[in-house]
Each structure stands twice: as C-alpha cells, then as structure tokens.
C-alpha cells in the first residue's frame, strides 16, 4: 500500500481533507499504514476504496487524537471510509476482523449527521454485512 496513492484518492473523494497539505495527509495515512491500520479494496492496481481504522478504548474521549492507538481497545474507530465500490464494505469488515479480531463497538464520525459520533454494536454489523461468509 502506498501511502502517495492513497492520499491521492482520498484528496479526490474525501471532502475531510480537501485542503490538507499533501505532507499532513500522506504522514497520516503512512502512520496509519505502519500500525496496520489502513486497509483498501484495489482494481487494476489503483484504490477504490480506502479505510483507515484503529482500535480505541473510549472513542468519544479520543476522537480528536488522530494519533492514538490502544490494541486492547473494545472499539474500532473508523477515521475515514470512502469508497467507489459497493461490495468494499463486507470486504473491509473482514479485513478488520482478520487484522483486530472480535470487539465490542464500531465507531465514527459521520458527516451525514452533523459529526456526531456514531455507534454500532460490532457483532449485529458484522453478521449483517458478512454472516453469509461467516
């Protein structure tokens, strides 16, 4: 995965960091590739869809440290999804089970309701998105 690409995209589909300088968001994002948090869906070599997600204890307490990680954390905080795919979303939440395992909550800032943070119990998602494949 490199971390340029992937930048790129998410500067072209991702409002979010429409102005960011290009250091601040490929030094984001390559943070996010050294924990193994970044995770994409690519065709013919080039993203169409990216995740950048992490676990956390307390998202709400953490929201605005894009910075911190905790493995042991109960969540999976989703930084930013963005995606030109619609089968990228039960390919992502394998990926995060494959990379996190099992927790308890998803979590997210999402823009569709005013940045509020967003909550959603990890099991009943991913048996609706995936179960099939379980």
Same mark, same amino acid.
């Given at each position: $995965? &490199? %971390?340029?690409?992937? %930048?790129?995209?998410?500067? @072209?589909?991702?409002?979010?960091?429409?102005?960011?300088?290009?250091?601040?968001?490929?030094?984001?994002?390559?943070?996010?590739?050294?924990? @193994?948090? %970044? /995770?994409?869906?690519? &065709?013919? *070599?080039?993203?169409? %869809?990216? $995740?950048?997600?992490?676990? !956390?204890?307390?998202?709400?307490?953490?929201?605005?440290?894009?910075?911190?990680?905790?493995?042991?954390?109960?969540?999976?905080?989703? #930084?930013?999804?963005? #995606? @030109?795919?619609?089968?990228?979303?039960?390919? /992502?939440?394998?990926? !995060?089970?494959?990379? /996190? *395992?099992?927790?308890?909550?998803?979590?997210?800032? @999402?823009?569709?309701? #005013?940045?509020?943070?967003?909550?959603? &119990?990890?099991?009943?998602?991913?048996?609706?998105?995936? *179960? #099939?494949?379980?």
């Amino acid at each position: $995965m &490199d %971390a340029v690409q992937i %930048a790129a995209f998410l500067k @072209r589909y991702w409002i979010g960091c429409k102005y960011w300088p290009r250091n601040t968001i490929v030094g984001w994002i390559q943070w996010h590739i050294n924990n @193994r948090c %970044a /995770f994409s869906v690519m &065709d013919n *070599g080039k993203p169409v %869809a990216v $995740m950048l997600a992490k676990p !956390l204890n307390d998202p709400v307490k953490h929201v605005n440290n894009h910075y911190e990680i905790n493995e042991q954390g109960n969540s999976i905080w989703i #930084s930013v999804m963005v #995606s @030109r795919n619609k089968q990228s979303l039960p390919m /992502f939440c394998m990926m !995060l089970i494959e990379r /996190f *395992g099992v927790r308890k909550w998803f979590c997210a800032e @999402r823009e569709k309701y #005013s940045g509020r943070i967003h909550q959603q &119990d990890f099991h009943k998602l991913t048996q609706k998105l995936i *179960g #099939s494949y379980l």
